[in-house]
């Protein structure tokens, strides 16, 4: 399992049952013990928990590690700040292809996907412009490009959008420029977004 959708999933847990801790048992339905172990010292080193290691010993010979983890006031003031926890720990994470008449993905969910309002969509989109307008592209391009982000954040914005649409100017980003494609499918909202719909496409049903 990915170590940031692994790591989200034990800041909820742990925040779950906050002021408790949970013993490292508890959580190893989560995962295979040994990346509970690797997500929880991640966190750990980052400031979001407090762990407690000890072993059980016979001799020199260590029969069992016991260890317990709990929420540090950094990882509850993440969890309660919904936009930056996303941010740093989306809980779906994307590997999305879109070129051609094919759209190619593979889709990793955590405890639950993140909806983003039309609002932080709209940002979302307006920072990738950003980023566009200060790039070194001729200005006509630049316009175009703006144009074409503006489309598909409306496309996907809509009750039942056009894949084959959004496919589409997908593919007339790229032309313009790998590396602004690239950031629209790895942005951690577009690509989320993009994701969700391509989900309610492929099924039929809405991602909740």
Known sequence: MDLFVLARQLLEE?????????YW??????AEERDVIKALFYLKEEGYIEILEHASLIGQDAIDSVGWAKLKSDGINLIKNPPEFNRIFPSVQQNINISGSEIHGSVLQGI??????????KEAFDEIVGEVQRSDLPESEKEEVARLLDSIRIEIDTALPDIGEVRTLMESIRTKADWIHERVVKHPVTSSVLANRLIEWLFGLPVE
């Not at 742990?14 to 949970?22: A, G």
């Not at 048992?25 to 989560?30: A, D, E, F, T, V």
Request: aromatic residues 8%.
């Open 14 to 22: 742990l925040f779950n049952v906050y002021p408790d801790k949970r």
């Open 25 to 30: 048992k508890q959580l190893r339905g989560l």
């Open 112 to 121: 639950r996907n993140v909806l983003h309002s039309a609002a932080e969509v």
